[in-house]
């Protein structure tokens, strides 16, 4: 066995430890997240802590580190909406990132398109294939961040992007994040089913070849 290096965050700057947590949890889906504030101004902010948060009913979280303008304006209007983010918007993508103070849209800045959204007042991006327009369910604050969570009203897909029922990956090329400055794009896509355990039991070979390689 070779030796590991430990990062313990009690030993090390918060600052550091949040570098090496970005570079393990990885790699990371993108929430582009579009919100309003009270005054009626456009927010377009990245958010790569990312996922779904329930099924039953339909929830999405991402997470704030600081209060962020999405957090305050979803916190004051109760509504928000996230696309996805695809490959041909990546510098766009990058630029919405920017600390634009308060007061500045920055779709407006970056040349990001907007449209309007089906069941809430936030409008999504108009070139992404996909966009989730969401309710604020509730949020949950943890030491220096604040988990969002959305209850999703309604998902919209390109009709180019789907096939028997559901999207295709292909078609929604997503980015991702890594550590540092590092993004990445989806890669080879691997598909393997499940193995029921009804199949398992009764075909031993199967974990002996998983076992031996």
């Known amino acids: 066995m070779t030796d590991r290096v430990q ?12 570098r090496v947590l970005n570079s393990v949890v990885v790699p990371r889906p993108i929430a582009w997240v579009c919100s ?4 009626g101004v456009l927010n377009l ?14 929830v999405v979280q991402f997470t704030s580190v600081g209060r962020k ?13 996230v696309s996805l983010t695809p490959e041909w918007l990546f510098e766009q ?22 449209e309007d959204s089906d069941r809430v007042g936030v409008p999504r991006v108009a070139e992404s294939p996909v ?8 949020t949950v604050r943890l030491g220096d961040s604040t988990v969002v969570f959305g209850r ?19 078609h929604l090329q997503p980015l991702a994040r890594l550590g540092g400055n590092e993004w990445s794009t ?15 039991a009764e075909d031993p070979s199967i974990g002996e070849r998983l076992r031996t390689g």
Not at 36 to 39: D, K, L
Not at 131 to 138: G, P
Not at 187 to 196: A, H, S
């Open 152 to 170: 999703v009203l309604l998902i919209t897909v390109r009709e180019t992007a789907v096939r028997d029922g559901r999207p295709r990956i292909e």
């Open 69 to 81: 303008d999405s957090l305050r304006n979803i916190e004051a209007t109760g509504e928000f909406t």
């Open 93 to 114: 993508i990058n630029a919405t990132g920017t600390d634009f103070p308060p007061g500045v849209s920055e779709a407006e800045e970056v040349g990001v398109r907007l």
């Open 45 to 58: 902010a990245p958010h790569s802590f990312y996922t779904v948060a329930c099924v039953d009913p339909p």
């Open 7 to 18: 990062f313990d965050p009690t030993a090390m700057d918060s600052g550091a430890f949040y």
């Open 131 to 138: 966009s989730v327009e969401c309710t604020l369910h509730s």
């Open 186 to 200: 989806i890669g080879e896509v691997k598909e393997i089913p499940r193995i029921p355990y009804s199949h398992w």
């Open 36 to 39: 309003r504030s009270a005054e």
